[in-house]
């Protein structure tokens, strides 16, 4: 039987073709609703506050999925897309 984590690397594309793991979309969406911020500090240090509250489980999936976190964030700051992960393409509405 398949394990409860396979759906984890799956990949959803997004709007503009970037194809990212389900486990990493998944992680930001609810550290984002959970209250933290993350940034991009740098070419590979990623920063979530407040740091304190996170979980051993939330540490062990940021080491897991921390390149393709910073992928999302690059994304959703791009200056060209004004876009949030929660954000539904206008032709999917």
Request: charged fraction near 25%; glycine fraction near 6%.
């Amino acid at each position: 039987m398949a394990g409860s984590e396979d759906w984890a690397d799956r990949v959803i594309t997004l709007q503009d073709g970037m194809a990212v793991p389900v486990g990493a979309y998944k992680l930001l969406l609810n550290l984002e609703d959970r209250g933290f911020t993350l940034e991009q500090e740098g070419t590979s240090t990623l920063l979530v506050r407040p740091a304190d509250q996170l979980t051993d489980e939330d540490c062990v999936q940021l080491t897991r999925w921390k390149w393709h976190v910073l992928n999302l964030i690059r994304y959703c700051q791009a200056a060209d897309r004004g876009a949030h992960l929660w954000d539904v393409p206008e032709s999917r509405h």
